[in-house]
């Protein structure tokens, strides 16, 4: 079962601040960029994001983020078996730009929810389940950014 560590909704952190984990996290981190940030990868390559961008950091990977200005971003800390991401061939420690993006941020959003509200009966289960959502939908996304206008091609009729 998918255990949360911690988590952040629409939050908002000292404007500027430099977020440097050389050996990141003992958990997975999913980040969805809500500000511009600039991030720099262990192979030293750095890449401005701008809002909407994501990344899932793996356990143990070097994590270096600043906002450019506005610290702004919503986050979840999660811990999980391995092989529940391998299913998903989700590509790890690498930013990209979902179409869906209000998709993601309403799961972020669920999922805080839940972690707050430690009372709710089946809580552990229902965050599971949006975890699972989430890392299914980051999958869709991903597979679908060497094809972005291929999803709109079903609606085109009816617009």
């Excluded at 599971?128 to 085109?156: F, G, S």
């Amino acid at each position: 079962m998918i255990r949360i560590e911690y988590c952040g909704y629409h939050t908002h952190n000292p404007d500027r601040e430099l977020i440097y984990r050389p050996s990141g996290t003992a958990s997975y981190l999913y980040l969805l960029v809500l500000s511009p940030m600039n991030f720099q990868f262990s192979d030293r390559s750095s890449v401005h994001a701008l809002p909407g961008a994501c990344i899932l950091y793996e356990p143990g990977a070097y994590q270096h983020y600043q906002a450019e200005d506005r610290f702004f971003n919503s986050y979840v800390h999660f811990f999980c078996e391995k092989t529940m991401i391998e299913q998903y061939n989700i590509q790890l420690n690498t930013l990209f730009y979902p179409v869906n993006t209000e998709e993601i941020h309403w799961l972020l959003k669920k999922i805080y929810q839940e972690f707050l509200n430690r009372q709710l009966p089946y809580r552990e289960t229902i965050i599971d389940l949006y975890v699972r959502q989430l890392l299914i939908q980051t999958a869709r996304e991903q597979l679908q950014k060497n094809e972005p206008d291929r999803q709109y091609q079903n609606i085109y009729h009816e617009l």
